[in-house]
């Protein structure tokens, strides 16, 4: 079973786009946070970095008000389809660069019950087959799309 992951798309330049899922002893969320916010990244391994309606609301974490959504009934399902779409990618997608910065970096940090070690994806330039594929659902999951 997923037990976290992060994700982000972006370059230095413009910044970057993160989604983060988490699975809680009691819960499961799943958070976006666009560039456009100018929010720093996260850390979703730190036991602080927790979204739940049935808490109080954590004072650190009010600017992710209305961003984040509750996965808890889903999160077997949305684990398994994480693992099906990075089932067979490889660890490095390095591309030609642009010196001036304006690459397409992308990076995914998962880490699953089964593994004592995160496992760790990263590309410039460069994508996995299932690439659109992996964003599009990603995308709607977090925009409340369930499909």
Do not use: C
């Amino acid at each position: 079973m997923l037990e976290y992951f992060e994700f982000y798309r972006g370059n230095m330049l413009t910044g970057f786009d993160y989604y983060y899922g988490k699975l809680t002893d009691q819960h499961a969320f799943l958070l976006k946070t666009t560039k456009d916010l100018g929010f720093l990244p996260a850390e979703v391994t730190e036991p602080s970095f927790d979204f739940n309606r049935q808490l109080a609301p954590n004072p650190k974490l009010q600017q992710y008000d209305g961003l984040w959504i509750d996965l808890t009934f889903q999160w077997q399902a949305f684990s398994k389809q994480m693992e099906g779409f990075i089932g067979g990618w490889a660890k490095e997608y390095n591309g030609s660069s642009d010196a001036l910065g304006a690459n397409d970096e992308w990076g995914l940090r998962v880490k699953y019950d089964t593994n004592e070690e995160e496992q760790r994806f990263w590309g410039v330039n460069r994508y996995t087959d299932n690439f659109d594929d992996f964003l599009k659902w990603l995308d709607s999951m977090a925009s409340r799309r369930i499909r």
